[in-house]
Protein backbone atom coordinates (compact mmCIF):
# COMPACT_ATOMS: atom_id res chain seq x y z
CA UNK A 1 0.00 0.00 0.00
CA UNK A 2 1.30 3.31 -1.01
CA UNK A 3 -0.43 6.79 0.92
CA UNK A 4 0.12 9.83 -1.21
CA UNK A 5 0.51 13.22 0.38
CA UNK A 6 -0.97 16.52 -1.23
CA UNK A 7 -1.07 19.71 -0.88
CA UNK A 8 -1.05 23.13 -2.16
CA UNK A 9 -4.03 23.55 -3.18
CA UNK A 10 -6.56 26.82 -2.41
CA UNK A 11 -8.45 29.40 -4.01
CA UNK A 12 -7.03 31.86 -6.55
CA UNK A 13 -8.14 34.20 -8.90
CA UNK A 14 -8.35 33.86 -12.18
CA UNK A 15 -4.78 34.38 -13.70
CA UNK A 16 -2.73 33.63 -10.45
CA UNK A 17 -0.93 30.20 -10.33
CA UNK A 18 -1.03 27.83 -7.37
CA UNK A 19 1.82 24.69 -6.96
CA UNK A 20 0.82 21.31 -6.04
CA UNK A 21 2.51 18.47 -3.98
CA UNK A 22 2.25 15.03 -3.71
CA UNK A 23 4.45 12.95 -1.50
CA UNK A 24 4.72 9.07 -2.04
CA UNK A 25 6.57 7.88 1.11
CA UNK A 26 8.43 4.60 1.11
CA UNK A 27 7.17 3.82 -2.24
CA UNK A 28 9.14 2.89 -4.99
CA UNK A 29 8.56 6.12 -6.66
CA UNK A 30 11.38 6.81 -9.03
CA UNK A 31 10.28 3.40 -11.53
CA UNK A 32 6.28 4.86 -11.22
CA UNK A 33 4.38 6.83 -13.45
CA UNK A 34 2.74 10.11 -11.44
CA UNK A 35 0.17 11.38 -12.79
CA UNK A 36 -2.00 14.15 -11.83
CA UNK A 37 -6.20 14.07 -11.97
CA UNK A 38 -8.89 16.92 -11.79
CA UNK A 39 -12.88 15.97 -11.24
CA UNK A 40 -15.31 18.88 -11.13
CA UNK A 41 -18.67 19.01 -9.94
CA UNK A 42 -20.59 16.67 -12.12
CA UNK A 43 -17.96 16.27 -15.27
CA UNK A 44 -16.01 12.97 -15.46
CA UNK A 45 -12.86 13.12 -13.09
CA UNK A 46 -9.99 13.44 -16.30
CA UNK A 47 -5.60 13.31 -16.85
CA UNK A 48 -4.40 16.29 -16.52
CA UNK A 49 -0.83 15.78 -16.76
CA UNK A 50 1.82 12.87 -16.50
CA UNK A 51 5.21 11.95 -16.34
CA UNK A 52 6.80 8.91 -16.48
CA UNK A 53 9.66 7.60 -14.83
CA UNK A 54 11.87 8.84 -17.22
CA UNK A 55 10.50 12.47 -17.12
CA UNK A 56 8.88 12.23 -20.66
CA UNK A 57 5.43 14.47 -19.86
CA UNK A 58 1.84 14.54 -21.27
CA UNK A 59 -0.81 17.12 -20.92
CA UNK A 60 -4.40 17.86 -21.43
CA UNK A 61 -4.86 19.88 -24.18
CA UNK A 62 -6.55 22.76 -22.23
CA UNK A 63 -3.58 22.76 -20.06
CA UNK A 64 -0.48 22.44 -22.06
CA UNK A 65 1.20 25.84 -22.04
CA UNK A 66 0.06 26.99 -18.50
CA UNK A 67 0.63 23.87 -16.04
CA UNK A 68 4.15 22.56 -15.80
CA UNK A 69 4.34 18.61 -14.03
CA UNK A 70 7.95 17.63 -12.52
CA UNK A 71 9.13 15.10 -9.84
CA UNK A 72 11.75 15.18 -7.90
CA UNK A 73 12.79 11.45 -7.05
CA UNK A 74 15.16 11.85 -4.03
CA UNK A 75 12.30 13.49 -2.14
CA UNK A 76 9.68 11.01 -3.65
CA UNK A 77 7.40 14.18 -4.51
CA UNK A 78 5.42 14.92 -8.06
CA UNK A 79 4.46 18.75 -8.25
CA UNK A 80 1.75 20.21 -10.44
CA UNK A 81 2.55 23.95 -10.96
CA UNK A 82 -0.23 25.59 -12.26
CA UNK A 83 -0.18 29.45 -14.26
CA UNK A 84 -2.92 31.48 -15.58
CA UNK A 85 -5.17 29.83 -13.76
CA UNK A 86 -8.80 29.47 -15.53
CA UNK A 87 -12.29 29.63 -13.69
CA UNK A 88 -12.64 26.29 -15.31
CA UNK A 89 -9.67 24.78 -13.71
CA UNK A 90 -11.42 24.56 -10.45
CA UNK A 91 -11.80 21.00 -9.43
CA UNK A 92 -10.37 18.40 -7.21
CA UNK A 93 -7.01 17.35 -7.93
CA UNK A 94 -6.08 14.10 -7.36
CA UNK A 95 -2.82 12.80 -7.51
CA UNK A 96 -2.18 8.69 -9.22
CA UNK A 97 0.62 6.61 -8.35
CA UNK A 98 1.16 3.87 -10.81
CA UNK A 99 3.48 0.93 -11.59
CA UNK A 100 3.90 -2.45 -12.15
CA UNK A 101 5.42 -5.06 -10.57
CA UNK A 102 5.09 -8.69 -11.56
CA UNK A 103 2.95 -8.02 -14.57
CA UNK A 104 0.52 -6.71 -12.17
CA UNK A 105 -0.72 -3.04 -12.14
CA UNK A 106 -0.33 -1.33 -8.87
CA UNK A 107 -2.38 2.16 -8.82
CA UNK A 108 -2.87 4.16 -5.65
CA UNK A 109 -4.69 7.63 -5.50
CA UNK A 110 -4.18 10.84 -3.08
CA UNK A 111 -7.19 12.49 -1.29
CA UNK A 112 -7.58 14.93 -3.40
CA UNK A 113 -6.95 18.87 -3.20
CA UNK A 114 -9.18 21.22 -3.55
CA UNK A 115 -8.53 24.35 -6.12
CA UNK A 116 -11.01 27.03 -7.07
CA UNK A 117 -10.10 29.80 -9.18
CA UNK A 118 -12.55 33.22 -9.05
CA UNK A 119 -13.04 35.07 -11.84
Known amino acids: QVRLVESGGGLVQAGGSLKLSCTAP????????MSWYRQAPGKQRELVARINSGGITDYLDSVKGRFTISRDNAQRTVYLQMNSLKPEDTAVYYCNFKRTQWATLLEYWGQGTQVTVSS
Open 26 to 33: GSAFSIAT
